[in-house]
Structure formats: structure tokens, C-alpha cells
């Protein structure tokens, strides 16, 4: 058995993140918690999938930080029609597009950029 993915990214602003993740990578709720040691947080992903993200905030302690413009979440769409109607998800949901910091992700990929400085590769291909 594959063991099971988590990537968590801590944000100031959890409502909006989940919403903008959820819309433009049409991820469901797979879970919640309130004030778990002083934490909030909701996981996203597909129901029985092998990754989910997790995003936390900690009321009172707002983050300052902006990750590398290297830290980047890849999602490889081989279908043209897919990887196109993801792309113009992810604008409506809210994400910047944005100029990859490695010219390798322009090739077949388009970058995006939440307002914490997470970005989110959407590639045309499959996975490698």
C-alpha cells in the first residue's frame, strides 16, 4: 500500500485560501478543525485520493513569511480541453498567473500564485 500525502501550508487568511483551492482545483472538504491547540484548519482533496492539503491559521499570529518562488504544487493534465479548463478555473477562482521562476514549468505549464506566495503549477502532460 502507497502511503498517503499531506502537504500543509499555513495562511492569515483561511476562508479565502480554501475557497479560491477548493474552486480552482475543484478539491471537497475532507475535513475540519476549530481552535485544535490554538490552530484552525480544513483539508481538501478527492475522497479515497493518495493527497490532500491541508490549510492552517493560528488566530492572532498572522503569516509574515513568503515561501520560495520554488515551492510548488505540480498537477500534470494531459487532455488539452482539461488542462485549458483548469487554467481559466484557477483565474476565476482568484490565482494570479504568473511567470514560473524556472523556465522549464513555462514550457507546458502555467504558474499560479496565491496570496500567501504558494504557487500552483497546472502542466500540460502526463506524468512524467
Not at 3 to 32: C, F, K, N
Not at 58 to 71: F, K, V
Not at 74 to 100: I, N, T
Request: contains cysteine; glycine residues 8%; proline residues 10%.
Amino acid at each position: 500500500m502507497l502511503p498517503q500525502l499531506r502537504v500543509a501550508h499555513p495562511t492569515s487568511d483561511l476562508e479565502r485560501i480554501v475557497a479560491m483551492y477548493r474552486e480552482g482545483l475543484d478539491l471537497d472538504e475532507l475535513g475540519h478543525f476549530r481552535d485544535h491547540e490554538g490552530f484552525d484548519g480544513v483539508m481538501l482533496g478527492v475522497a479515497g485520493g493518495p493527497y490532500h492539503l491541508e490549510f492552517t491559521h493560528r488566530p492572532g499570529h498572522p503569516e509574515t513569511t513568503r515561501p520560495s518562488a520554488e515551492a510548488l504544487l505540480v498537477f500534470y493534465l494531459p487532455d488539452p480541453q482539461e488542462w485549458h479548463q483548469r487554467c481559466e478555473k484557477m483565474r476565476r477562482a482568484g490565482f494570479l498567473s504568473v511567470p514560473p521562476n524556472n523556465p522549464y514549468w513555462a514550457r507546458a505549464g502555467q504558474t499560479f500564485e496565491d496570496p500567501d506566495g504558494y504557487r500552483v503549477v497546472i502542466h500540460h502532460s502526463d506524468w512524467p
